[in-house]
């Protein structure tokens, strides 16, 4: 058994005692970063089982524990009963970005109760403990240890991750709203309350010398849940740029204008047909925060960043306010979050919103 647990956790570090080996970090003495534990007797072969992670919780930390799951409902392999309810569901997709504003609450609600006693400890795990559990031990480190993305990227991956396996957190999503932690921590860490409220107009989409026109995107946001708006229609305007570049300008119908909460995900597919079956060969996906993304254009043309968390006029649907998005094919994430994206569809991206 640990033999086969082992080959399923290579990449992690894990918690060694007399016991035996169990697949959770402690990157502080009260946080805890672990792969998702299970009721299925079979899985727990190569996974951590429910009840030896229990016993191992309240072995070491008697009754000072709780659990954040950042897992899916679909995921998950155990009920909140399990851990007689000291567990919180923020489920968030699987290889995506947590939403900002969600991101700042977890912390806080783990800073809040770390804070209630110096015995208390946060156990934080998704699927496999790396990614999505990462970023909120990173976002905790940046925001109430005063760290930036790097050293706190660098401390997780120190404890988490063996050596010469690749930085902890990787996926460039889940990096990107890390650093937005970075912009809100130097701006005060102005109140998100508005966040909750805003919603943006998808404008256009800009795609820069795109090889082909056979490919699909899909456009999802995150506001109280993960939502897909397969709905949207597109018109398309091939045209060349003052450069000399070639692009294609996709605008949604004006029939059924896109409004978005603030986290929003494009994914560009591209599919060949074999045998009469679609089979996906390029797939690249980004998400990005638009607020965060208007808030950081802003600051680079001198214009003051909002900090009341009342909604202002500049924070309104109707406002002439605009933002924009750019991002390279590199910088997209491909297939389970690695950078396996398949060919090129276009060799950048702009995306632009009222």
């Excluded at 130097?186 to 909750?196: C, N």
């Excluded at 989409?205 to 949207?232: C, Q, T, W």
């Amino acid at each position: 058994m640990d033999m086969l647990r082992s080959l399923v956790s290579f990449r992690r570090n894990t918690f060694k005692d007399a016991q035996g080996s169990i697949d959770l970090t402690y990157v502080t003495p009260q946080l805890i970063v672990a792969s998702m534990p299970t009721t299925a007797y079979w899985e727990t072969y190569y996974r951590t089982g429910v009840e030896e992670l229990r016993k191992f919780l309240q072995n070491h930390h008697d009754e000072n524990w709780h659990i954040w799951n950042l897992q899916m409902p679909d995921e998950r392999g155990y009920n909140e009963e399990d851990f007689a309810f000291k567990v919180t569901l923020r489920p968030v997709p699987d290889h995506c970005a947590i939403p900002f504003g969600l991101l700042i609450a977890i912390v806080r609600e783990i800073n809040d109760y770390l804070v209630q006693n110096s015995n208390n400890v946060a156990l934080i795990h998704c699927k496999a403990g790396q990614g999505r559990s990462g970023s909120v031990a990173c976002a905790y480190l940046q925001v109430y240890h005063h760290h930036t993305f790097e050293t706190a990227n660098s401390m997780f991956t120190l404890k988490r991750i063996r050596p010469f396996m690749g930085p902890g957190v990787s996926i460039a999503s889940q990096v990107r709203y890390l650093r937005y932690i970075d912009d809100w921590n130097a701006s005060g860490q102005f109140p998100l309350d508005a966040l909750q409220h805003m919603r943006v107009q998808l404008r256009c989409i800009v795609l820069r010398n795109p090889l082909s026109m056979d490919f699909k995107v899909r456009v999802a946001d995150f506001g109280s849940e993960y939502v897909v708006h397969n709905e949207a229609e597109w018109t398309t305007d091939q045209r060349t740029s003052n450069s000399g570049s070639s692009i294609i300008v996709l605008r949604p119908s004006r029939s059924a204008p896109l409004w978005l909460a603030p986290d929003i995900q494009l994914t560009f597919t591209r599919s060949v047909s074999v045998a009469g079956v679609n089979l996906t060969h390029t797939a690249a996906s980004a998400w990005f925060n638009a607020f965060m993304e208007t808030a950081r254009l802003a600051a680079a043309e001198t214009v003051r960043i909002p900090t009341s968390a009342a909604p202002t006029p500049s924070m309104s649907p109707e406002s002439p306010l605009k933002g924009r998005f750019s991002c390279n094919w590199a910088n997209f994430e491909g297939f389970w979050g690695t950078s396996l994206r398949g060919p090129p569809a276009f060799e950048s991206m702009e995306v632009y919103w009222q």
